[in-house]
């Protein structure tokens, strides 16, 4: 049997030493630390998290990414980012960590623009949050190498400047949790990302600014908006 278009180019992120890492999907978790659920006018009481969802092409390596259209008010949140290499359903927050194969750092750009008007309507976020080149990654870092890191400081630099800091043991949801939440609503499977929230400090981004995204002990990122 053939194929009645071309098959599109995969999309993978290198792994530290070697390989690269097929991505299957792309989930995020909202307002995961709660400094950025107050800056975001959202109490961070600790309910049930949610999620949405990106393409598996929004993932980027490449060391630029251009301005996406449709916008003027394009915002940074850096978050670590969990990929899978086991899958499954219903699966228990107590043996979750054995489905990781590992971390990087990543940004979740976002058309703010784009998401108040769809909040303020009522509509969904894809276009806000989906769009091209919106979820930039570090090299992949494997979890039988740095273990599964709990705590450490998140951070994001432009032009030099300290944007975004906190610690990953300031999240609501472990990233045990979040699996165990996320495997309850839909099927998860090796390939999958999850990105784990953002701190406080989430601000726009011009045109021309250069990027420096740190997880500590987990991977950097370095990456120019053009």
Same mark, same amino acid.
């Given at each position: 049997?053939?194929?009645?278009?071309?098959?599109?180019?995969?999309?993978?992120?290198?792994?530290?030493?070697?390989?690269?890492?097929?991505?299957?999907?792309?989930?995020?978790?909202? !307002?995961?630390?709660? *400094?950025? $659920?107050?800056?975001? /006018?959202?109490?961070? %009481?600790?309910?049930?998290? @949610?999620? &949405? +969802?990106?393409?598996?092409?929004?993932?980027?390596?490449?060391?630029?990414?251009?301005?996406?259209?449709?916008?003027?008010?394009?915002?940074?949140?850096?978050?670590?980012?969990?990929?899978?290499?086991?899958?499954?359903?219903?699966?228990?927050?107590?043996?979750?960590?054995?489905?990781?194969?590992?971390?990087?750092?990543?940004?979740?750009?976002?058309? !703010?623009?784009?998401? *108040?008007? $769809?909040?303020?309507? /009522?509509?969904?976020? %894809?276009?806000?949050?989906? @769009?091209? &080149? +919106?979820?930039?990654?570090?090299?992949?870092?494997?979890?039988?190498?740095?273990?599964?890191?709990?705590?450490?400081?998140?951070?994001?630099?432009?032009?030099?400047?300290?944007?975004?800091?906190?610690?990953?043991?300031?999240?609501?949801?472990?990233?045990?949790?979040?699996?165990?939440?996320?495997?309850?609503?839909?099927?998860?499977?090796?390939?999958?990302?999850?990105?784990?929230?953002?701190?406080?400090?989430? /601000?726009?981004?011009?045109?021309?600014?250069?990027?420096?995204?740190?997880?500590?002990?987990?991977?950097?990122?370095?990456?120019?908006?053009?």
């Amino acid at each position: 049997m053939s194929f009645a278009i071309p098959m599109p180019d995969p999309t993978v992120l290198p792994v530290a030493g070697g390989d690269l890492f097929p991505v299957r999907r792309v989930l995020c978790v909202a !307002r995961n630390y709660a *400094a950025h $659920a107050r800056e975001m /006018g959202q109490d961070p %009481d600790r309910e049930p998290p @949610f999620f &949405f +969802s990106k393409p598996a092409d929004a993932v980027s390596i490449a060391p630029s990414i251009p301005y996406p259209p449709a916008t003027e008010d394009l915002h940074h949140e850096v978050e670590m980012v969990v990929a899978l290499g086991r899958g499954g359903a219903a699966i228990d927050p107590d043996n979750a960590l054995e489905h990781v194969f590992g971390y990087t750092v990543g940004l979740d750009l976002t058309r !703010r623009d784009i998401q *108040a008007e $769809a909040k303020k309507n /009522g509509r969904p976020w %894809d276009m806000a949050k989906g @769009f091209d &080149f +919106s979820a930039p990654c570090g090299i992949l870092r494997r979890a039988s190498e740095i273990g599964h890191p709990s705590k450490g400081r998140i951070s994001l630099d432009i032009n030099g400047e300290r944007r975004q800091v906190g610690d990953l043991s300031e999240m609501i949801w472990s990233v045990s949790e979040m699996i165990g939440h996320l495997s309850r609503l839909v099927t998860l499977a090796p390939g999958d990302l999850i990105f784990t929230g953002t701190p406080e400090g989430v /601000g726009p981004i011009r045109r021309g600014d250069q990027l420096h995204a740190v997880v500590e002990g987990v991977a950097e990122m370095k990456v120019a908006v053009v």
